[in-house]
């Protein structure tokens, strides 16, 4: 008999005792306290990676040093161990002259096969546990975030020379009625207005509230006695009395201040709801990020400013033309905002351009070159080149809602403009375009198409026969855009944080999507714990 022969004979005659000591290498993991307390710390790290919602150079590093350490654990351990095994079992089936010879060696490779193959199973089910359980701590995590954040915006915004007015609740309510009292006294007759303003600013001294105190100071110093009387009879009920007249006194540069403050929780916020809602994930505002970034990249190459050259840097992007990227993250979260309420089945399709052919041409150049020819400007915008023609847009569409009608065809549900500069009525005249291509594509014209745009002077697809547009008088037509400015949807932040996150995007780049993988120890050598297998 070769060496192979006995070798697969050594196989066969050990292959019943296999579950065994897998079973058997489970039993002595699970009893060892330094296994246990490994695999304890590794889960509480994975956890914790999980749990950030935005990773940071360190727990990158972590993740990327556990991983490559835990491999290479495995490496050696498993796959140098198994192949030191394999070796011995053929050396010692070399020599064997029986079967029992033969079974001693099998059962031999059988005990650190069984150790591997608890480690393959721990590495299955932890993986497992990684993909079921990993998006669900990190979803809990992002919320953590967002609400931490919330909550720093809710305390900045307390503050006096915030700018955003603090409601009055429980004894603020009281503050004027008490200053009234106390300056009427035991008299009949109904005290001055600067009689009631002085009780006021004892009221508010006693209070702890010197500030305030000295606010009235100078609210009254400004306005004269009635004035600032009329003017805090009509702040009552709605807003604190004491942050009113606290602001009031506030020097300009410290109202600045605050106001920085408020800003800066204002694009936390937003950041963490970026990530809470993967907008960070979102194809159309990474592609406009790396677009941004490259032509960042040509204007500090231009000006000759330097890579270590930070304030040169920051310079730049702050100088930057961020016009279309506040506009690329409004319609990012305007997309997910449509995605959430959609129907089952229905999806959302962005960046649709409705163009006419342009007869005659078939290059922006050539047609530039026939109209300056003509003694016309040849303007070039909304022109784009796709499929051996040239194209003139009609105009885009943000979002567009869809869902399959018959023949499986997308018929459209609702159309949707976002605008963070624009008016509410440019987005309803942009929606009455898209109608109106569209109705012309309806009846059959073939000059009017329906493209994906990827670019800024670049079409895509051309996904006009996707669609199933005979029942257009069915579709919605809904526009959004800054709090306060009449749109029938609202974005959930204002321009002035939209346009600082934007910044700070271009700057930082969008937070990372990522998801570190989960691992387990290998058992290693366990021959303490199971006799020696070698």
Same mark, same amino acid.
């Given at each position: ?156 915004? $307390? *503050?006096? @020379?915030?700018?955003?007015?603090? +409601? =009055?609740?429980?004894?603020? %309510?009281?503050?004027? &009625?008490? #200053? ?40 009254? $110093? *400004?306005? @004269?006695?009635?004035?600032?009387? +009329? =003017?805090?009879?009509?702040? %009552?009920?709605?807003? &604190?009395? #004491? ?50 970034? =490259? ?240």
């Amino acid at each position: 008999m070769t060496t192979d022969m006995k070798v697969s004979m050594a196989l066969k005659l050990s292959w019943q005792s296999w579950p065994g000591e897998v079973a058997d290498a489970a039993k002595n993991a699970f009893s060892d306290p330094g296994f246990l307390i490994s695999l304890v710390l590794i889960i509480a790290v994975y956890v914790g990676l999980w749990l950030t919602p935005e990773p940071t150079m360190v727990t990158k590093v972590a993740a990327g040093v556990l991983t490559v350490v835990l491999l290479a654990q495995f490496a050696w351990e498993d796959i140098y161990g198994l192949a030191k095994a394999w070796m011995a079992l053929q050396d010692d089936c070399r020599g064997a002259n029986s079967v029992s010879t033969l079974q001693a060696a099998g059962d031999k490779f059988a005990k650190k096969g069984g150790q591997v193959g608890f480690d393959i199973l721990m590495a299955i089910a932890m993986w497992g546990l990684g993909k079921a359980g990993g998006p669900k701590v990190a979803k809990l995590g992002a919320q953590r975030a967002t609400a931490r954040a919330t909550a720093e915006v809710s305390s900045a915004e $307390a *503050k006096p @020379g915030s700018g955003v007015p603090v +409601r =009055a609740t429980g004894e603020a %309510l009281k503050v004027m &009625d008490q #200053a009234t009292t106390r300056a009427q006294g035991t008299g009949t007759t109904a005290p001055t207005e600067a009689a009631v303003l002085d009780a006021l600013s004892e009221v508010l001294t006693e209070g702890g509230k010197p500030e305030a105190a000295k606010g009235l100071k100078d609210f009254r $110093a *400004k306005l @004269g006695d009635a004035n600032a009387k +009329r =003017a805090l009879d009509s702040e %009552l009920g709605n807003n &604190d009395l #004491a942050s009113f007249l606290t602001e009031k006194g506030m020097t300009p540069q410290a109202k600045a201040e605050v106001r920085t403050q408020v800003e800066a929780a204002r694009v936390k916020l937003a950041r963490a709801k970026l990530i809470e809602l993967k907008i960070n994930e979102d194809p159309h505002l990474r592609a406009r990020i790396k677009m941004d970034l =490259a032509e960042l990249a040509k204007q500090l190459t231009d000006g000759k400013i330097a890579a270590t050259d930070e304030a040169g840097f920051h310079k730049t992007a702050q100088g930057y033309n961020i016009t279309e990227l506040v506009g690329e993250i409004g319609e990012a979260l305007a997309r997910e905002n449509l995605r959430s309420g959609a129907a089952p089945g229905q999806i959302v399709l962005s960046n649709m351009e409705i163009v006419r052919e342009v007869p005659g041409h078939k290059t922006i150049s050539a047609w530039k070159a026939a109209e300056q020819a003509a003694g016309r400007p040849g303007d070039v915008g909304g022109l784009y080149e796709a499929g051996g023609k040239l194209w003139k847009s009609i105009t885009e569409v943000d979002n567009m809602v869809v869902e399959q009608g018959a023949g499986g065809k997308l018929r459209i549900v609702d159309l949707e403009q976002t605008k963070v500069g624009g008016t509410h009525a440019a987005a309803v005249a942009q929606n009455a375009k898209a109608m109106a291509g569209l109705g012309e594509i309806a009846m059959g014209k073939t000059d009017v198409q329906i493209f994906d745009r990827v670019g800024k002077n670049k079409l895509g697809a051309q996904r006009t026969g996707e669609f199933d547009l005979s029942n257009l008088t069915s579709t919605g037509q809904h526009t959004r855009g800054l709090p306060g400015t009449g749109f029938d949807r609202k974005l959930p932040f204002d321009k002035t944080t939209l346009e600082d996150l934007a910044r700070q995007l271009l700057m930082e780049g969008l937070p990372d999507v990522w998801q570190p993988p989960p691992a387990v120890p290998p058992t290693g050598d366990r021959s303490h714990n199971r006799g020696d297998q070698r």
